[in-house]
């Protein structure tokens, strides 16, 4: 393993930060206590949510009209890209009584 | 109908009762061990599901109820730990678990639909009534702020769980 095989995946994850365009924002929603916060985010198509599980329970971000259905481990982050305008009503499908709102627009 | 507000019924009856009869508030480590009986009854009641039921969606429930409830009295153990608590059997505690035995080997003599119905219909009833006894007992009583916030979020979960069981009983009709 000489350091030059790091280079192209040091490239890919520099060009790979470069191409998002810089209008799309990341915004973090996270669930701590069976609680998403903040409970309404207004994002724009394109924008990137970090859905950030502070919790020791396997969590869901389902949008009840199927635009999109985010499985949210225990302690872990995972990232979802919004593709789609609209407010979206989501809730854990775990725990229907966590409940919040994305608002997106276009 | 009648089967389910009955088991809820004496569910609670025996949670609010059992405890209140001996004249005092539980205490801490009464309330853990209460809380911790509660949740491997639910284990040990969806392990039978995950073995007997025949529905889909049923048999995923019975698998997040193990994993939730197993997650819940995880942190329940690490906590008394740290807390240096040993939890201590009581009346409620052996009501209840008395109470879930007959459950389970009444549940065990049903089959197919009959069965998933019979469960789904009971997880609806006992987490009511659990979320009954810790509204109204459990965590108005316990002492520690740890062991309160730590009740407090089993409620929230527990709650979460009525839903869940509710949509699932509703599905089956």
């Known amino acids: ?45 394109g924008d990137t949510i970090e859905w950030i599980n502070k919790d020791v329970f396997v969590h869901t971000a389902t949008a009840r009209n199927g635009d999109f259905d985010v499985n949210m481990p225990p302690k872990k982050t995972v990232t979802s890209v919004l593709k789609k305008a609209g407010t979206i009503e989501y809730y854990c499908r775990y725990h229907p009584n966590m409940k919040a709102v994305l608002t997106i627009v276009p | 109908m009648f089967l389910r507000l009955s088991a809820a019924v004496a569910a609670l009856s025996i949670l609010s009762s059992a405890a209140l009869a001996q004249g005092a508030k539980p205490t801490d480590p009464q309330i853990a061990h209460i809380a911790y009986t509660a949740g491997v009854i639910d284990i040990a009641a969806a392990k039978q599901a995950i073995e007997k039921a025949g529905n889909k ?32 059997d009581n009346d409620t505690s ?50 520690n702020a740890e062991l309160k916030s730590l009740l ?3 409620l929230k979960i527990f709650q979460g769980h009525q839903q869940h069981a509710e949509q699932v009983a509703a599905k089956l009709k």
């Open chain 1, 1 to 45: 393993m000489r350091p030059g095989r790091y280079l192209p995946a040091m490239a890919a994850l520099l060009f790979g930060t470069m191409a998002v365009p810089a209008h799309a924002a990341t915004i973090q929603i996270t669930t701590t206590d069976l609680v998403f916060a903040p409970a309404e985010v207004s994002a724009k198509v």
């Open chain 2, 57 to 88: 969606d049923v048999k995923t429930f019975a698998q997040d109820m193990v994993r939730d409830h197993e997650a819940v009295n995880k942190q329940a153990l690490d906590l008394v730990k740290k807390l240096k608590v040993t939890p201590e």
């Open chain 2, 94 to 143: 052996k009501a209840l678990s008395k109470q879930a035995a007959d459950k389970l080997a009444e549940l065990a003599k049903l089959k197919g639909a009959d069965y998933d119905k019979a469960y789904v219909a009971n997880e609806v009833a006992y987490h009511k009534a659990v979320n009954g006894a810790l509204e109204t007992q459990l965590i108005p009583s316990a002492s």
């Open chain 2, 152 to 154: 407090q979020t089993g």
